[in-house]
């Protein structure tokens, strides 16, 4: 069976909520700075990249995380979202929001920037395990292994660092304390209309406060042009939330949506288009990869 060349780090069961009666979505990218281009695109074309998540293995394999792993992730949030568009007043079951809560994590790390900041780091963490090993071999080493720590390393082999790889990345994109963290938020869907305006979507579609654990924290994002998904640390800040117009709170979450854009902004048709092509990128957001790989380089724990 041949695997799938497109990887779609905004899934298409995503994007297709902005089509229009012609089946397509208006779509702004950024080919060079300053220039905004708008195309009308299926929504199979809208946020993918050329095998994003074909990662080299040992024995000069690959591993195909598309198929792995986010493609069933992504199935079960199709099914989710589903529900929340169509369901008059939907309710999550316990295991809908941890569904809810696994894709949302993946959301964080599997962009095109966020699986470079994962390979960067991947390597720097390997490295230093590598050159702990080195420094503690002698005094450590059991009876099995090679006599020195540079024929150790020879069996391991050029690609030890792969396998590495592919560890890092399960346990920082399935991170077990923050999907159980979302996944207990107090989630709401809200319908949001305005004559002039309707909800964007982009390549970072996660509205989100800096600390999630305040009394404020929340996370957010488009589910359609006229809903949002919103959850909450305290159920009372919904009234907060709900005291400000759907105007107001379309203009918002297209505020951070739009501006925190890299690969694309998606609209139904082009009633925004002064909007987007004046915010498009202008306040871009580091991944939590990208953050993680900072904390690192600065000398800050992992």
């Known amino acids: 069976m041949q695997t799938p060349r497109k990887h779609h780090f905004i899934p ?3 994007t297709k909520n902005w ?3 012609d089946g397509m979505a208006q779509r702004y990218t950024s080919p060079f700075p300053g220039v905004i281009a708008s195309h009308r695109k299926h929504p199979a074309a809208i946020g993918w990249e050329e095998r994003l998540y074909d990662f080299p293995a040992m024995d000069k394999k690959t591993l195909d995380f598309e ?3 986010f493609k069933r992730i992504d199935q079960h949030a199709s099914d989710l979202f589903t529900k929340l568009k169509n369901s008059p007043n939907p309710i999550l079951s ?3 929001t941890e569904t809810l809560a696994v894709f949302l994590l993946t959301l964080m790390h599997r962009s095109p920037a966020g699986i470079a900041a994962m390979r960067q780091l991947s390597k720097m963490l390997f490295e230093e395990v590598r050159a702990e090993i080195r420094d503690t071999y002698n005094t450590t080493r059991s009876e099995i292994e090679p006599l020195t720590v540079e024929d150790y390393e020879a069996q391991q082999g050029p690609d030890a660092y792969l396998d590495h790889f592919s560890n890092i990345f399960r346990s920082v994109v399935f991170s077990e304390k923050i999907a159980a963290f979302l996944a207990n938020l107090h989630w709401k869907r809200v319908k949001l209309e305005a004559p002039d305006r309707r909800l964007l979507l982009s390549d970072d579609p996660l509205i989100r406060t800096n600390g999630l654990a305040g009394p404020e ?3 957010a994002f488009p589910l359609s042009p006229k809903f949002a998904i919103i959850g909450c640390n305290q159920s009372q800040y919904f009234d907060k939330i709900f005291s400000q117009s759907p105007r107001i709170l379309i203009g918002k ?3 951070q949506t739009v501006q925190s854009a890299r690969h694309f902004v998606v609209g139904v048709d082009e009633q925004q288009d002064r909007f987007v092509r ?8 580091p991944t939590l990869s990208e953050q993680s790989l900072n904390d690192r380089t600065n000398g800050n724990s992992f």
């Open 94 to 96: 316990k295991r809908e």
């Open 67 to 69: 198929t792995l792993l």
């Open 217 to 219: 924290g929340h996370v």
């Open 278 to 285: 004046n915010r498009f990128g202008k306040s871009q957001r």
């Open 253 to 255: 979450f297209n505020e």
């Open 19 to 21: 089509a229009g009666n």
């Open 12 to 14: 298409q069961f995503w």
